[in-house]
């Protein structure tokens, strides 16, 4: 009898184990920056990212976790722990993902390492680099146009100088979309919400290529 439980205990530390590394797997250390929509980031630094069947896992420093589950048949659409829609853009390619929720984007880099300060750039990357505004940044020359219909205003933006590059992504209501600052190069996201311009901020720069 005493054997018999003894290999039941086995079995079960094993299992456990098994379950904890397997969980471990799922789970990779990396660097976020949050973004309420048309601010400068307000958590930037150190967070952990899981996924476990579909369901993403984000969890910063400060303790915020945000737990975003796959809906529907469409790639990339999520909803947050409170029901909300939350869509998940490209832009990063393989440096990281971005998620956009109902009032803010997660930017998550895969490289721990600040932003424009990788190892191994160079002296002209790094320039580029931390030349380029970090992505989440107001663009403030289109300030004034938040809240104008983008039918209305559209020639506006282009008369100051931003070209239309490409659709990133859209769901409902919500579009955005990339742009050019041609005097500068910078890259830039668009944010247009029943038909109205809701934000304009600076993008990565990979994510007008």
């Known amino acids: 009898m ?18 904890t590394v397997a969980a471990q797997a799922d789970t990779v250390n990396a660097r976020c920056e949050v973004y ?26 400060n303790g915020r976790r945000y737990d975003l589950r796959p809906v529907g048949n469409q790639p990339g659409n999520y909803r947050d722990q409170n ?27 895969w490289d721990t390492a600040p932003y424009g300060q990788n190892s191994g750039s160079g002296n002209s990357g790094s320039f580029a680099a931390s030349s380029h ?14 809240g104008a219909r983008a039918g209305q205003v559209e020639n506006t933006v282009e008369q100051r100088g931003y070209q239309f ?20 190069n910078y890259c830039v996201t668009i944010l247009t919400e029943q038909g109205r311009y809701e934000s304009f901020a600076y993008a990565t720069p990979a994510d007008c290529k």
């Open 36 to 61: 309420p929509k048309g601010e400068r980031a307000t958590s930037s630094g150190s967070c952990t990212f899981s996924q476990r069947q579909g369901v993403v896992g984000i969890q910063l420093k």
């Open 133 to 146: 505004p970090a992505a989440g940044t107001p663009v403030d020359r289109l300030s004034d146009l938040v």
């Open 83 to 109: 029901g909300r829609a939350v869509y998940r853009q490209s832009g990063l390619g393989d440096q990281g993902q971005i998620y956009r929720l109902a009032n803010e984007s997660i930017y998550v880099y």
């Open 2 to 19: 005493k054997l018999s439980n003894l290999l039941l205990a086995v079995v079960v530390a094993i299992a456990s184990f098994g379950i």
């Open 165 to 184: 590059i490409k659709p990133a992504s859209a769901s409902g209501d919500a579009i955005y979309t990339y742009w050019r600052e041609t005097r500068t």
